[in-house]
DNA sequence: CAACGAATACTCGATTTCGAGTAGTTGAGA
DNA sequence: TCTCAACTACTCGAAATCGAGTATTCGTTG
């Protein structure tokens, strides 16, 4: 697992799109748009002409013509060369058969959920999973008309994918704002009790954390050993 | 959704931690790291001493006190200031309620699956497939024994959406190994006889796309006119 | 008690990333 | 025929990112 020369995964799109022709950058561009490459590789236009750019430096594409067409901007064409044959190959075998962690936003905010007050977390949650509801009903929605017009699932399996994944996060989500509407998951009670001690007596978390036998009782003296600088 | 002045997902842990109590920038790592936050959130110290330092450039936390312990480099000890817990609040609302596209690598590279011969890529899905396996089976060994120590669910829930997350993507990768090597995906007959005529006439794939009837056959036709640009 | 690995607490600067801006060109409708 | 929006094709520089490096101190083991 060597680090890549050019790390981007749009410079992956572009040795992909280069190995099937030559072409310009914008072209590119238009060419993921249409095929819907962009729903699974970031597009920016910056980040396409310095990647491009890169990936010339280190030798894996090559400039075959820049045509200049009446006063507009010249367009440089690259083609590929064999060692960006070999490094698209490469990086395609990685991205396939290596797993690497991948952050989410949503796992970020469920890391700090205690900083909010139960109620107002369900309330966020479900609106993420009505969003989500929209979001997985419009991808079906492409799924359909793709199939209507013939083209077979191999040109979308990675919209599949995606789908699959918003699937189960809107029943993660829905699931836990169930649970913590019921008072369900284990915690809560805590929880709960701690934002209305806040509110009360305006208390800090940090006070309730130090000493939380007093504030909460006997039966949260767990508290007090539990994760490492968690006091 | 107007951007974010710090837009690190560190830097939304960081108001996290100084939510809690005054620290300095390396306590803040470790405190992270104990809470295994640091599976949630990616940290790096480079990019948290520059997001401390860009938090305190725009007034979302400030430093407190230097302190100097014999040699030792200085610590510096910042705290939490109005602005920023409220940047704090509105950040954890977004993440909840606000959900944003994200980008995979696995669905990169499922976006150019066909560039291999159906015959590797059923080897490398399934290679994937058991180090996602190993890796589920490590969460879940972490649960257990987070579980068996009393600290309660609502500590790790963004763990259980990952292992939810994982569990999605293993099946979907197996499934679709199964299927290609099945010959079920749609799409795969031409997929396969494309690789066939590569290998044995030499052909390109660009040629191929540009007249599949005459490589493919009436009833690849289709082929012509779909995906915009695909020809 | 010396020596060596682990932990502490950062620093540095070479890339990378990004989005907004620019400037000409077509085409469709009024 | 005029106009105005959408498209074409990039450019720019400010800000973010990152990982490797540094220098000190603590702990522990032979």
Redesign the pocket.
């Known amino acids: 697992m060597v680090k890549r020369?050019?790390?981007?995964p749009l410079a992956f799109a572009v040795l992909g799109s280069l190995s099937e022709r030559a072409m310009?950058?914008?072209?590119i561009s238009?060419m993921l748009k249409a095929r819907g490459k962009d729903m699974s590789i970031?597009l920016?236009?910056?980040?396409l002409?310095?990647?491009v750019a890169?990936l010339e430096k280190h030798g894996f594409i090559e400039a075959v013509e820049t045509l200049r067409?009446?006063?507009?901007?010249?367009?440089?064409v690259y083609a590929i060369t064999e060692a960006g044959g070999a490094e698209f190959q490469d990086w395609l075998a990685e991205l396939l058969g290596k797993p690497e962690k991948e952050f989410s936003q949503l796992e970020a905010g469920l890391a700090y959920l205690p900083a909010f007050p139960p109620d107002r977390v369900v309330e966020l949650l479900e609106q993420r999973a009505d969003v989500l509801d929209a979001e997985i009903e419009q991808v079906e929605g492409t799924h359909a008309s793709m199939a209507a017009k013939g083209l077979p699932r191999i040109f979308y399996v990675e919209s599949e994918l995606q789908l699959a994944l918003l699937k189960t996060q809107v029943e993660f989500v829905r699931e836990l704002a169930r649970q913590i509407a019921a008072d369900e998951l284990e915690g809560s009670a805590f929880w709960r009790k701690g934002f209305e001690l806040v509110e009360k007596l305006g208390t800090t978390p940090a006070d309730m954390l130090k000493d939380p036998v007093k504030y909460f009782g006997e039966e949260f003296a767990w508290l007090q050993e539990l994760p490492p600088e968690a006091k």
Chains 1, 2 share one sequence.
Do not use: F, I, M
């Open positions: 020369k050019v790390a981007n310009h950058p914008y072209e238009t970031k920016n236009y910056g980040s002409y310095s990647v890169a067409d009446g006063n507009r901007p010249e367009r440089t």
